[in-house]
């Protein structure tokens, strides 16, 4: 059974800082690019960044140059760190798996594997 666990949400001030981390398990964790996506309320769930098996990543223009994704690939973990947050990014961040052979998708509906979310608040 595939799990997926994030942690690491909370309430932050504009212009600070998180680190999301994910574990993931029941799945081989060489066979999947990882990503992260979030959700606001009564908004559709978008793409944020994501980090292929090697170490390549793709960023969602809008925190590109503050977030950064990495994963361990011997701890079965992926990470999102984020600064300069902003009241807008207010939304529950969700980890999720997608197969390799699938390539660079930044669409929600071709990831294979989700987790349960984790509330991230960011105060004005």
């Known amino acids: 059974q595939v799990q997926l666990v994030e942690s690491g949400g909370g309430l932050v001030q504009a212009g600070g800082s998180l680190r999301l981390s994910c574990a993931a398990s029941g799945l081989t964790f060489s066979s999947y690019a990882m990503g992260w996506f979030r959700q606001a309320p009564g908004k559709e769930r978008e793409f944020v960044a994501a980090?292929?098996?090697?170490?390549?990543?793709w960023y969602d223009d809008f925190v590109r140059g503050r977030f950064t994704i990495s994963r361990d690939n011997a701890k079965n973990t992926v990470n999102l760190q984020m600064y300069g947050l902003k009241p807008e990014e207010t939304a529950v961040y969700y980890c999720a798996a997608i197969r390799r052979y699938k390539g660079n998708s930044v669409a929600a509906s071709d990831y294979d594997y989700w987790g349960q979310g984790t509330q991230v608040t960011v105060s004005a």
């Open positions: 980090i292929s098996w090697i170490g390549k990543t």
